[in-house]
């Protein structure tokens, strides 16, 4: 199997449809293109009609469906990588839409560069109620400074990297009571201290819907930070190059 898409669902209701059908649309382009494709579902503390639209929708690739109770997006999101039999591994959220040319794209780029790398779309649109464009930046851009990441997080978590690399470096709990949020970011720090690249995929995008009730806006709201891995900054920056220490000072 090429790729397993993985969608996680939650309470979206009727907004997981234009989501199910965005991704047949690009698990469709992609299967037209000659990649084998699966869809596994993870449905964490759903409800009902949630459980109702997805069982609805018809794909015609390999299709399963996980009913979870972990409440915790990134656990979720571990358990669907876990069941997964692709090669790489594409991650969306049930409320979000993929550019059809996504799974091609991505697959294409990911299979013609051999370093560790997550990738994403070039522009991520956020829409809802809130709206504004977000301009992915790639770790091998000259002006890319990773001390930024510290305070913000630059890459939405609706990447595609190797199934591989998530199971080695699976995705951060979260408890907001404590506050510890921020799953994407976290993991998105954690892979860096891996040795993976963050990289754009050219002429692709994401929609990202805004919304009050979303896990991200309870985030925000509950002022919790990202899990940092140990030691992460104090190692990395200044590195010759990501995933390398710098070279220690000699002894006086």
């Given at each position: 199997?090429?790729?397993?898409?993985?969608?996680?669902?939650?309470?979206?209701?009727?907004?997981?449809?234009?989501?199910?059908?965005?991704?047949?649309?690009?698990?469709?382009?992609?299967?037209?293109?000659?990649?084998?494709?699966?869809?596994?579902?993870?449905?964490?503390c759903s409800d009902a009609l949630t459980r109702d639209v997805f069982r609805d929708v018809a794909f015609d690739v390999p299709y399963r469906q996980l009913?979870?109770?972990?409440?915790?997006?990134?656990?979720?999101?571990?358990?669907?990588?876990?069941?997964?039999?692709?090669?790489?591994?594409?991650?969306?959220?049930?409320?979000?839409?993929?550019?059809?040319?996504?799974?091609?794209?991505?697959?294409?780029?990911?299979?013609?560069?051999?370093?560790?790398?997550?990738?994403?779309?070039?522009?991520?649109?956020?829409?809802?109620?809130?709206?504004?464009?977000?301009?992915?930046?790639?770790?091998?851009?000259p002006d890319y400074d990773l001390a930024a990441l510290a305070v913000q997080n630059q890459w939405t978590a609706l990447g595609f990297c190797s199934a591989d690399l998530l199971r080695a470096v699976p995705y951060p709990t979260t408890n907001l009571s404590i506050g510890r949020g921020y799953e994407d970011w976290g993991w998105n720090m954690a892979v860096i201290a891996k040795g993976a690249r963050h990289k754009v995929v050219p002429d692709t995008g994401h929609m990202i819907r805004v919304r009050s009730n979303s896990l991200g806006s309870r985030t925000a709201r509950s002022r919790s930070h990202p899990a940092i891995p140990p030691g992460m900054f104090r190692t990395l920056v200044g590195a010759k190059d990501f995933g390398d220490p710098p070279p220690r000072k000699a002894a006086p």
């Open positions: 199997m090429d790729i397993t898409a993985v969608i996680n669902g939650h309470r979206e209701q009727g907004l997981a449809r234009p989501s199910l059908a965005s991704l047949r649309a690009a698990v469709g382009y992609a299967r037209s293109r000659g990649l084998e494709v699966e869809v596994v579902a993870a449905l964490d009913e979870l109770d972990v409440d915790d997006l990134g656990e979720a999101r571990n358990r669907a990588v876990a069941a997964a039999r692709g090669r790489w591994i594409a991650l969306l959220d049930a409320d979000d839409l993929w550019s059809e040319n996504w799974l091609h794209a991505a697959f294409a780029a990911a299979s013609a560069d051999a370093r560790l790398a997550v990738w994403h779309p070039e522009v991520a649109v956020y829409f809802g109620e809130a709206e504004r464009v977000l301009t992915h930046v790639d770790m091998d851009d």
